[in-house]
């Protein structure tokens, strides 16, 4: 029994103390006896975080929802067993065997084009741009892409920055194929991290690491002084900053709408109906989610390059950030939520829990005076 005391005892200085919230003078005796019903009554709180348990738009932009299985009868499962020889045993090497060409051709041509035309720089870049978007044509065959754009073809102007939503790293092989973009990307390890730091450095891709606060200023340097720049390659930017699942839009970060330029905003839309090209890097490696695109039937998505906005008189970078995010919502389909992309890399902030339990002790602290 004694046990059972000193347990509790110590349970109890875990517990979070209201007292440690309000003044000191402030506590008064309550004058007749508090009901939990007069605490549920006058908690905001706790309705609010009832709300976020049964309705959390949060966690749910970054789900992948798996596709109902179908294959659930005697009728269906050998027709499904068929499908899985003919992705694996069929479509997956013929798939390797086209990528693989692709990036023999790409090599054999890169190579020398970047270091016997170094005198050159104008014919060596727009040849460099020219065999990136043929090695992105190449992955993007190697899934049996099927994208469909609509719009006029973007093109290189000073003073211009476009901006999509996020679903994959496959995003940018999608929009690369047709124009070469120099994209703003978080810095990855492995082969990917190689490819950043060669072949796309030949385009003008900025990388940053989102846990170091000194890229951040880096980088807004440089895209001040890329937008600038008549000869650059056009500037793409996600501003979500993370890959959300295609059904909603989390909020744009502003650094891409201050920057005084015009904003030609892209929307990108999946169709799940063959495969989910959301990537879960919490989940799977980047080589994981091409392997599951590789051994899927098709990759099907749309691409809609939507009218240039310009900052309108009287409206801060955020509203800016806010109204062309609408716009692409509302073109692919997708469900705007208030939500910062960065919180799924880090947790709430100590101020932001301490500013809801002092909100909380205070209602209770009416409660008790009004009693």
């Not at 035309?117 to 190697?142: N, P, T």
């Not at 960065?342 to 209770?364: N, T």
Request: net charge positive; glycine share 6%; hydrophobic share 40%.
């Amino acid at each position: 029994m004694s046990k059972l005391t000193s347990s509790s005892s110590e349970l109890d200085l875990d517990r979070p103390n209201i007292e440690d919230y309000l003044p000191t003078d402030s506590i008064q005796e309550p004058h007749a006896k508090l009901r939990l019903r007069d605490l549920l009554d006058i908690s905001p709180t706790l309705t609010e975080a009832a709300g976020a348990i049964v309705d959390d738009s949060f966690t749910r932009c970054f789900k992948s929802n798996p596709p109902e299985p179908w294959n659930w009868n005697v009728y269906l499962f050998p027709l499904w067993c068929l499908g899985v020889v003919v992705r694996y045993g069929i479509l997956f090497p013929g798939r390797v065997l086209i990528l693989t060409f692709g990036w023999i051709i790409f090599l054999s041509c890169y190579i020398p084009v970047h270091l016997l035309l170094k005198g050159h720089d104008k014919l060596r870049k727009r040849l460099e741009r020219a065999l990136v978007e043929l090695i992105c044509s190449f992955f993007v065959a190697s899934w049996t892409g099927v994208v469909k754009y609509h719009g006029p073809r973007p093109c290189a102007r000073p003073k211009q920055v476009f901006v999509a939503n996020h679903t994959s790293m496959i995003d940018f092989i999608v929009l690369e194929q047709m124009t070469a973009f120099a994209v703003i990307m978080q810095k990855h390890p492995g082969w990917v991290g190689l490819l950043q730091s060669t072949i796309l450095e030949s385009v003008g891709c900025i990388w940053f690491n989102r846990s170091e606060a000194k890229d951040r200023e880096i980088v807004a340097r440089k895209l001040r002084e890329h937008v600038e720049g008549a000869d650059n390659n056009p500037l793409l930017i996600f501003p979500e900053g993370t890959c959300v699942n295609n059904h909603y839009t989390v909020m744009f970060k502003k650094g891409a709408f201050e920057l005084g330029s015009t904003v030609c905003p892209i929307a990108i839309k999946y169709n799940k109906i063959f495969v989910d090209a959301f990537w879960n890097s919490r989940k799977q490696s980047f080589t994981t989610h091409l392997l599951q695109l590789m051994t899927s039937w098709a990759v099907v998505c749309d691409v809609w390059y939507l009218e240039p906005q310009n900052m309108k008189p009287g409206e801060t970078p955020i509203e800016f950030a806010e109204r062309v995010r609408g716009i692409i919502s509302v073109r692919a389909g997708l469900k705007m939520v208030p939500w910062d992309g960065y919180l799924k890399y880090s947790r709430p902030s100590p101020k932001h829990r301490e500013s809801k339990q002092q909100c909380f002790a205070e209602s209770v602290l009416r409660r008790l005076e009004e009693k």
